[in-house]
């Protein structure tokens, strides 16, 4: 199968004709209905066709990067190496993401939990399978409004963001995307739990959506905006009901903050019996704060930021701008539109612009947080567009929808100024250093590195024995910098790992400069190494040391 995958990624025909097709066959199901009179397609076309066609089309037009087998990026081999490390200590806690929470981690566990590699590959697709799944709750909100027809057409350009996606800084797993899932299955869950006039329908789903609420603070506090926006969104639907009735609108609320506070909760409650709350408090909490104090960019640029983000990032430009125009052009439906919907939909949206923002970075992965909010305002208004008009304008405003929310985007992609195949390598050759540590490496052992080089975690599959995978918080200029050191230390002194490795040189990822940041600059982590290590292997900038009790003769 590896060598037949192989095979077509490197036919450009191949790759084209088979990802054409899959988007052929989501989009058929997307524009029409279940008929069980109908032909076999009609009679299949039910929403569980719908939803399995669209994750075909994400990994058909994907997979060439899904099994590249080189890091994408530096955070994706960070993340992979937490998951390492809490499948092999057995802590939801113990790890640090750096400016992440554990709920970004957890779900890289799933593959080591069924007997799969944990991996670049397997990282990506639980990347695609959330991206999925956060598309899926969008469709079923909207189907909830507007009807299941209606559904799958209204989230065509966040499906379609999500089956052409490419850019490089979006395709590896990166910290947005299970805060982002996190946040459509609240929204669905909410939207949901009422009736089309506002009254409440299903407490049990509020419940549920506290209960997810109530955890988005522990993936990732920059997507704190978006939960509060909708969290408040679903009050004031619960406070303003078409009929008033005191009494069912505080159990409503009951329901609601019942599931967040069983949802932080039991986080809490489990992270109190793990030990570890001030080592969370001091790098989740304190450290983030100081990551929010030093914006790169001042407020006064926020408009340059947006918009060098959205062109910088392939493909994003497209959807963002044909998102801005759909809302401008679906205005008119604000005059039949029910307002409870698409309050919640304004604040979502606000507050997603605000969570790019705020940080003040040019960092194009900050900008997935908008595709959600953009798609779900943009259906909801265009559902009533779409309500009780002849067919002939009916026909219309269908075909402006998709002409500016699809085939703009498919145009983009299809022009191919990327590279779009031959990214599957047909070797996985390995560096010097990993190879020594995989021949010599046994059960139980662990590895520590000194610099910004998580792949070599993912690499050797070894977990960490520090509670970060980089080091940069113990080498930049920041007020925790000797908190963040010491704990280095004392991991190492309590864990004792069989390896360690200084990748600090021009090799790095940005910790460059060995005179000034190499370990020997850190006395008390050089005297260690000094009196435990022995240096077995250099190549490049990487420095490979073994422990004196398990020193080896290379092979």
């Known amino acids: 199968m590896s060598e037949f995958l192989q095979e077509l990624g490197y036919s450009v025909t191949s790759y084209r004709l088979l990802a054409a097709g899959t988007f052929l066959l989501w989009f058929a199901s997307a524009i029409t209905v279940g008929n069980p009179k109908g032909n076999i397609f009609a009679r299949l076309n039910r929403p569980w066709m719908y939803c399995a066609t669209l994750l075909l089309a994400m990994f058909a037009w994907r997979w060439p990067a899904i099994f590249h087998y080189k890091p994408v990026n530096p955070d994706e081999a960070q993340f992979l190496a937490g998951a390492l ?106 939207i949901t739990a009422f009736q089309s006039d506002g009254a409440v ?61 069983l949802g932080s909760g039991a986080l809490l409650v489990s992270l109190w019996c793990s030990g570890q709350w001030n080592e969370v408090y001091q790098s989740y909490v304190v450290h983030n704060l100081h990551y929010a104090e030093a914006r790169g960019l001042p407020w ?20 963002h701008y044909g998102a801005l125009l759909l809302l401008v052009l679906g205005l008119p439906a604000l005059r039949r539109a029910s307002w409870r919907p698409l309050l919640l939909g304004v604040a979502l949206l606000l507050a997603a612009y605000g969570a ?76 010097p250093v990993d190879r020594f540590i995989n021949r010599n490496k046994k059960p139980g052992d662990s590895l520590a590195v000194w610099g910004w080089r998580p792949e070599f975690y993912v690499e ?39 390896f360690f490795i200084d990748s600090i040189g021009p090799d790095d990822f940005q910790l460059k400069d060995p005179s000034l940041q190499g370990h020997e600059t850190f006395p008390e982590l050089r005297n260690l190494i000094t009196r435990d290590y022995t240096e077995i292997k250099t190549a490049g900038s990487f420095h490979l040391y073994l422990r004196r009790d398990r020193v080896v003769s290379e092979n």
Not at 213 to 236: D, E, N, R, Y
Not at 417 to 427: E, Y
Request: a positive charge; one cysteine or more; charged letters at 15%.
């Open 85 to 190: 490390t809490m499948l092999a200590r057995g802590q939801l806690w113990w790890i640090d993401p750096t400016t992440s929470g554990p709920l970004v981690v957890l779900p890289l566990t799933l593959p080591g939990l069924i007997g799969f590699p944990v991996d670049f590959a397997s990282g990506r697709i639980i990347g695609l399978l959330l991206e999925w799944g956060t598309v899926i709750c969008g469709y079923l909100a909207l189907r909830h409004v507007h009807g299941d027809q209606r559904g799958r057409l209204l989230i065509a350009p966040l499906a379609c963001f999500m089956i052409f996606l490419w850019f490089w800084d979006f395709v590896p797993y990166c910290s947005e995307l299970s805060p982002l899932f996190l946040c459509a299955l609240a929204a669905w869950l909410g």
């Open 460 to 498: 050797t599959q070894l977990p960490q024995a520090t509670h970060e995978a980089h080091t940069e918080a113990q080498l930049n200029n920041h007020p925790q910098r000797d908190y963040f050191r010491a704990r280095f230390v004392a991991d190492l002194r309590e864990i004792r790992p069989a």
């Open 300 to 319: 006064s640029d926020s408009g340059y930021l947006l918009n060098y983000l959205t062109n910088f990032s392939w493909g994003f430009s497209f959807f």
């Open 201 to 261: 329908l299903r407490r049990g789903r509020l419940l549920a959506c506290g209960v997810v609420l109530g955890t988005i603070p522990f993936s990732k506090l920059q997507v704190l905006p978006l939960g509060a926006a909708i969290g408040i969104g679903i009050v004031v639907w619960i406070l303003w009901p078409p009929v008033r009735d005191g009494q069912k609108t505080g159990r409503s609320l009951l329901w609601l903050f019942g599931g967040v506070v």
């Open 356 to 431: 790019v923002l705020v940080p003040g970075r040019l960092y194009p992965h900050y900008l997935l947080f908008l595709t959600l909010p953009l798609s779900l305002l943009v259906g909801l208004l265009w559902g009533y567009l779409f309500a009780g008009q002849t067919r002939r304008y009916c026909a219309t405003v269908i075909a402006l929808f998709i002409a500016v929310g699809v085939v703009s985007q498919l145009v983009e992609r299809v022009a191919d100024r990327n590279s779009l195949h031959r990214l599957i390598a047909p070797a996985n050759p390995r560096d």
